[in-house]
């Protein structure tokens, strides 16, 4: 529950700037260590959301300390929030107080980021979303920045591709009422739909946890949509999709960043087939860095990264360059740096921000082909 021991009156600064605590760092000339916090989906339903993301900053740990070598060391610290609100808010506290990061990765969720995002921000310590598309995040607060490419960006590119190839005119929607990024979704494909001049035909929700869609899918499947539009996290939304097609929905089924996971073709097995979805990252991108990613990725997992690995293997080159920008472990300094980053060459695309701080950048449209994403042409 809420702690309110901890009553200690607000500094009188007039709006001015508190005084940054600066975590331990040595300026000038050596090699700087800089500790980084990462608040990570690492357990639960969610997990391997946060296991690629791990998987892609220890990948780019290696890279990084090796490269920075004499200049900058970089350690992180994981917290594992269980996708839960109070776990990241917790983390967060964790890292800021007693771990002294400089800065902060994660957490994995937009509704995580809602409640911890302000406990950073007003900490004063930058923190980075690698996952968090929801509309608002940057809102927050100056010290709340991300590189995952909004819903807003990503929904309305994949909605007109699959609109264009297939024909579509009318659409239902179904989508976890109780998780932030969800709704959120849910909200951009309605309003792609009706800019679209798409019909609506009918709209469902669930909730997290759910194992049982069939009394929705079957109300959806009476209004006859040429697409399902779904907004759910990977184990849902993987599990509606299924179901969709066990009740013959044959409607094209086109989902949002929750699917970006290959959990989805073990919950969903050969019912993903044909699924649509927007993604800033293809591990088949026809690019040398990409590729490149994508073979040491390989070599160290045994496994092929998704957009989760990516976009958090960009993020601590991102923070890398920053630290280096900044020349010493320093919270005010990093978020400078990070607020002045311009056409970041990053495995998921350019990057760079706009006056609010939200990632401007390209979507590409995927479908699931055989247990895999391939590009949606
Ligand atoms: C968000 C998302 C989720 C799919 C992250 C796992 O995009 O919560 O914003």
Do not use: H, W
């Not at 839960?84 to 969720?109: F, H, M, R």
């Not at 890398?320 to 472990?329: C, D, F, T, Y």
């Not at 978020?335 to 390209?362: H, M, T, Y």
Request: aromatic share 8%; with cysteine.
């Amino acid at each position: 529950g809420c702690s309110s021991g901890n009553n200690a009156a607000p500094a009188a600064n007039g709006g001015g700037s508190a005084p940054a605590q600066a975590p331990a760092a040595e300026a000038g000339g050596g090699e700087f260590t800089a500790q980084i916090g990462v608040v990570g989906f690492l357990s639960g339903s969610g997990a391997a959301y946060g296991e690629a993301q791990k998987a892609g900053l220890e990948l780019a740990l290696g890279e990084l300390n090796e490269a920075n070598k004499g200049k900058l060391k970089m350690e992180l610290k994981f917290e594992d929030s269980g996708g839960e609100k109070e776990g990241a808010i917790n983390a967060v506290n964790k890292l800021i107080n007693q771990d002294n990061v400089v800065a902060i990765i994660g957490p994995t969720l937009s509704g995580e980021m809602f409640a911890a995002g302000p406990v950073a921000n007003e900490a004063e310590v930058p923190i980075f979303g690698i996952s968090n598309t929801s509309e608002g995040i940057n809102d927050i607060g100056e010290y709340v920045f991300r590189n995952s490419l909004p819903e807003s960006i990503a929904i309305p590119t994949a909605m007109k591709a699959a609109v264009e190839k297939k024909g579509i005119k009318k659409v239902a929607l179904i989508y976890a009422a109780n998780d932030d990024f969800s709704v959120n979704g849910y909200k951009v494909m309605k309003a792609t739909a009706e800019k679209m001049g798409l019909e609506i035909t009918g709209e469902a929700t669930f909730s997290n946890g759910d194992v049982d869609f069939s009394a929705q899918l079957t109300k959806l499947k009476q209004t006859n949509p040429d697409a399902l539009l779904v907004s759910a996290l990977y184990k849902e939304g993987s599990m509606v999709v299924k179901k969709a097609r066990e009740l013959g929905i044959t409607a094209t089924i086109l989902g949002g960043n929750g699917f970006n996971n290959p959990k989805v073709f073990e919950i969903a097995g050969p019912a993903a087939d044909g699924l649509i979805v927007a993604t800033p990252f293809s591990p088949e991108k026809q690019d040398e860095k990409v590729q490149a990613f994508v073979k040491a990725f390989e070599a160290k997992y045994n496994k092929k990264p998704d957009q989760f690995a990516a976009q958090a293997y960009d993020s601590l080159y991102i923070m890398s360059q920053s630290l280096l920008g900044a020349g010493k472990a320093d919270r005010e300094e990093l978020r400078g740096q990070l607020a002045q980053l311009k056409d970041f060459a990053g495995v998921s695309g350019k990057l760079s921000f706009d006056e609010k701080r939200n990632p401007i950048g390209d979507a590409v449209v995927v479908v699931a082909k055989d247990g895999k994403f391939v590009p949606f042409e």
